[in-house]
C-alpha cells in the first residue's frame, strides 16, 4: 500500500477535519497490517505521540497472546471484508506504549483505494466505563455515575448524527450545476431536512423518557436498599436494564438506516442449515417475548438448508417477530411458518395483536410511520422500513394482510 494515498485523501478539508475533531480514536491500516495514519485520540489511547504510530505494525497495539492469532483474523478481513464489531460478548484489551493494557471497543470498517483494501478501525477507551460497570453492583451512587455517563454517549451520538446531516445538506448544495441536477439536490434536501425534523422529534422524545426512568430508578434504589426493601431494588433495577436496552435498540435502528442510505451494506450469502439457524433466534428472542407468549414455528418446507445472508436474515425475523410480541397482549400465541413455494423461500409470521387500521396500512414501510392505534408502545418508525430494505438486498419481497384488533400475518418471499 502506498502510504502515500491516505495522506492524500485526508487534504480535503472536510474529511481532515471530521478525523482530527472525532470523538474516537481511528486507525486506518494497509492490508499489510502497517497503520498509515491515526487521528489524535487513537494516539492518546495508546500513549504515544503525533504520528508515532505511522508504519507500526497493528499487532504492536495489542497484548503478546493475541498477536498470533490476530495476523489470520486480519488476513481473513482482508479476503472477506464487511463492516462489524470485534470481540462482541468478551472483553479486548490494547497495549499502549508504556506496557500497560487498556480495555478497548472496536468496530471496523473499510474502503477501497486505487484496488486495495484499507481498513478503518473506530476505537474507544472504555476504561471508565468499565469501572463505572464494576462499580455498578456496590453502590446506588455508581448508577447514577452510569447514567450520566449513557446521557453523555447518546447526546455525543446524536450531535455526531446531526453533523453528519448538516455536511451531506452542504455537500448536496455545493453539487447544485445542471438544471436536472439541481432538480435532484433539491428534492434530496428536502428529504433530508425531513429526516433531521422528524430524527430530532422522535430522538427527543425517545432518548428523554429511558433516561428520566434510569436517574429515577438509580434515586429510588438508594431509598430501597437503605430501607432493606430488596424487592424493589430488584424491581428498579430491571426498569434500568430495561431503559438502556430500549436505548440501544433506538441507536441500532438509526444506525442500520444511516448504512442503508449510504449503500455501505454488502450482501454475504453462505449455506444455512435452517432449523439450528431458526432455533437460535428463537433462543435470542425468548427473553423479549411479553410474559406467556409463545413462538410456535411449523416447517412446511423440504428446505433443510437455504442459501442467504444469515446476518439480515437474523435482522428481519428478530424485528418482524419482535413487531408481533410488542402489539400482541400477554398470553398470545405468535407463528412462525416456513415453506417453499416455487422457487422461492417463504416464511411468515402471524400474530392475534391489535392489526393495523386500514386507512394506515399504505404508510406501513414509510420512515418514521406509526399506526394510529401504537399508543404508548416504544418505537421509533423506522422496523419495517429498515426490514423492507434488507428484503430488498436479498432480492426478496414483504407483503402483509391485517385486521384492526385481530392481528396481522407478514409474509416474506426470498429466491432461492
Excluded: C, W
Aim: proline letters at 3%; a negative charge.
Amino acid at each position: 500500500m502506498d502510504v502515500n494515498v491516505p495522506i492524500s485523501l485526508v487534504t480535503n478539508d472536510a474529511f481532515r477535519e471530521i478525523f482530527q475533531s472525532m470523538s474516537e480514536g481511528i486507525l486506518m491500516v494497509d492490508e499489510g497490517g502497517k497503520i498509515v495514519i491515526a487521528n489524535p485520540v487513537a494516539e492518546l489511547i495508546f500513549g504515544y505521540d503525533k504520528n508515532e504510530l505511522t508504519d507500526v505494525m497493528l499487532e504492536e497495539l495489542l497484548p503478546e497472546r493475541y498477536r498470533g492469532r490476530h495476523i489470520n483474523f486480519r488476513k481473513g478481513f482482508n479476503a472477506h471484508p464487511e463492516p462489524r464489531r470485534m470481540g462482541f460478548g468478551r472483553d479486548l484489551t490494547g497495549l499502549k506504549k508504556d506496557g500497560l493494557e487498556v480495555p478497548i471497543e472496536i468496530s471496523l470498517s473499510y474502503t477501497k483505494v486505487q484496488g486495495k483494501i484499507l481498513v478503518m478501525a473506530f476505537i474507544s477507551d472504555i476504561s471508565q466505563r468499565k469501572k463505572a460497570e464494576d462499580a455498578l453492583k456496590r453502590s446506588e451512587e455508581q448508577l447514577i455515575v452510569y447514567a450520566a455517563e449513557l446521557e453523555k454517549k447518546v447526546q455525543s451520538r446524536t450531535e455526531a448524527l446531526h453533523k453528519t446531516i448538516q455536511e451531506l445538506e452542504n455537500e448536496v448544495t455545493e453539487r447544485k450545476k445542471a438544471e436536472e441536477e439541481a432538480r435532484k439536490s433539491l428534492e434530496k434536501e428536502r428529504e433530508l431536512n425531513e429526516l433531521k425534523t422528524k430524527f430530532v422529534s422522535i430522538a427527543s422524545h425517545e432518548f428523554r423518557t429511558p433516561l428520566s426512568t434510569v436517574l429515577s430508578s438509580a434515586s429510588l434504589i438508594n431509598q430501597y436498599n437503605d430501607r432493606g426493601e430488596k424487592e424493589k431494588v430488584d424491581k428498579h433495577v430491571q426498569r434500568i436494564k430495561s431503559s438502556v436496552n430500549h436505548l440501544t435498540s433506538i441507536l441500532n435502528d438509526f444506525l442500520s438506516l444511516g448504512k442503508l442510505e449510504e449503500g455501505v451494506i454488502d450482501i454475504n450469502k453462505e449455506s444455512i442449515h435452517l432449523k439450528e439457524f431458526v432455533d437460535g433466534v428463537h433462543e435470542e428472542l425468548s427473553p423479549v417475548l411479553k410474559p406467556g407468549q409463545t413462538l410456535d414455528i411449523a416447517y412446511e418446507t423440504s428446505l433443510n438448508e437455504i442459501y442467504s445472508d444469515p446476518r439480515i436474515l437474523r435482522n428481519i425475523l428478530f424485528n418482524l417477530i419482535s413487531n408481533a410480541s410488542k402489539y400482541s397482549d400477554a398470553g398470545k400465541e405468535i407463528v412462525l411458518k416456513f415453506e417453499n413455494v416455487d422457487n422461492n423461500f417463504v416464511f411468515s409470521i402471524h400474530d392475534r395483536g391489535i392489526g393495523i387500521p386500514e386507512e394506515d396500512q399504505k404508510h406501513l414501510f414509510d420512515r418514521f410511520f406509526r399506526a394510529s392505534n401504537a399508543g404508548n408502545v416504544q418505537g421509533t418508525g423506522l422496523g419495517l422500513n429498515i426490514v423492507r430494505r434488507y428484503i430488498e438486498l436479498l432480492e426478496g419481497t414483504i407483503s402483509f394482510a391485517s385486521e384492526h384488533g385481530k392481528g396481522s400475518i407478514f409474509t416474506v418471499t426470498i429466491p432461492i
